[in-house]
């Protein structure tokens, strides 16, 4: 069983920046790729980055070249570093993980708002 803790949301003016943490607990070395995803109200939830044990990355394209996934191996966290915002990036953001084994695991989300 993986738990993740996410932080780093909040409220930022449009070309603003934020960082976006995902820690980590329990079954963590099993974990493939840690990725971001997000859903804004009234849509579906989309991927925005995800990297893998080996550090590849892919990025949505909404996104590419503002925002930068990374992951601290040793420390089991994950992040997001997300620049250029633009009020289109408001959205709760989630953190997921896959495992080796297949299974995902999910965090509890964190608000980022955008004002123009």
């Known amino acids: 069983q993986v738990q993740l803790v996410e932080s780093g949301g909040g409220l930022v003016q449009a070309g603003g920046s934020l960082r976006l943490s995902c820690v980590a607990s329990?079954?963590?070395?099993?974990?493939?790729?840690m990725g971001w995803y997000r859903q804004a109200p009234g849509k579906q939830r989309e991927l925005v980055a995800a990297?893998?044990?080996?550090?590849?990355?892919n990025y949505a394209d909404s996104v590419k070249g503002r925002f930068t996934i990374s992951r601290d191996n040793v420390k089991n966290t994950g992040y997001l570093q997300m620049s250029s915002l633009k009020p289109e990036d408001t959205a709760i953001y989630y953190c997921?993980?896959?495992?080796?084994?297949?299974?995902?695991?999910w965090g509890q989300g964190t608000q980022v708002t955008v004002s123009s």
């Open positions: 997921k993980v896959e495992r080796y084994d297949g299974r995902d695991y």
């Open positions: 329990g079954g963590i070395f099993s974990i493939n790729v």
């Open positions: 990297i893998n044990r080996g550090g590849s990355t």
